[in-house]
């Protein structure tokens, strides 16, 4: 699942001008694995699980991108306020502006808590509720939504990237919940193989077919006349 949410964090190539966003979104995203990890060693129940994840994922991106407002390092009132004036500036320029974006805005804010969100309620939807194909809804919400918005630059190899690391996920967490984890080791390497071996072909066939679907070749959303 991490390595999912890593691709969703590349696939922002399609929203910002600079690679400058790559470093604090993987962060992002691996931290609130390594976080949502942690929570599920300890007996904390769910919604206070999740909620603790998100207040994470908010410091976090509170450290990343307005750590002059910081009271000893604890966002207060001030950072929230930051924040809230940031992601609202950038709101209103929608339909106004258009990618690539720079990153140092109300859209990396954005950005930031969308990965980590993402990241947390698909450990949540793996983990405690058990799902398989459910864990990649998060991170496939917000992968839509940069299709839509962003512009056509990587589009084949973020999605290539963003599918393959999805569907051997999701085979994986169907292999462990039925318990194949416990076959041979030689079985298991065979299996790995064959899982990224197909889950390449089938990533590789949905990038070649996307760009010719009707309408892939539309003006991204955001910047629209």
Do not use: C
Request: hydrophobic share 55%; no cysteine.
């Amino acid at each position: 699942l991490a390595t999912t949410s890593i691709a969703l964090a590349v696939s922002f190539s399609r929203v910002f001008e600079y690679w400058d966003y790559l470093a604090p979104l993987v962060g992002v995203a691996v931290l609130a694995h390594l976080i949502a990890f942690q929570m599920r060693q300890r007996t904390i129940p769910v919604s206070a699980s999740i909620l603790l994840q998100a207040m994470f994922v908010y410091v976090i991106n509170a450290w990343m991108h307005v750590r002059e407002t910081l009271w000893y390092g604890i966002p207060l009132g001030r950072t929230w306020a930051e924040i809230s004036t940031r992601i609202g500036d950038s709101a209103a320029l929608l339909g106004d502006v258009k990618p690539p974006l720079g990153f140092a805005t109300g859209f990396g804010l954005a950005a930031g808590f969308s990965v980590g969100m993402a990241a947390v309620l698909a450990d949540a939807f793996a983990f405690r509720a058990a799902g398989r194909g459910e864990a990649l809804v998060p991170s496939a919400v917000v992968f839509a939504v940069v299709s839509i918005v962003g512009e056509d630059r990587h589009r084949s190899l973020v999605t290539t990237v963003w599918l393959l690391t999805a569907i051997v996920a999701v085979t994986h967490l169907r292999r462990h919940d039925s318990g194949a984890v416990r076959t041979s080791v030689g079985q298991r390497t065979r299996a790995s193989v064959a899982i990224v071996a197909t889950a390449t072909v089938v990533a590789l066939l949905a990038a070649g077919v996307g760009p010719r679907i009707p309408g892939a070749d539309s003006e991204p959303l955001i910047g629209r006349d």
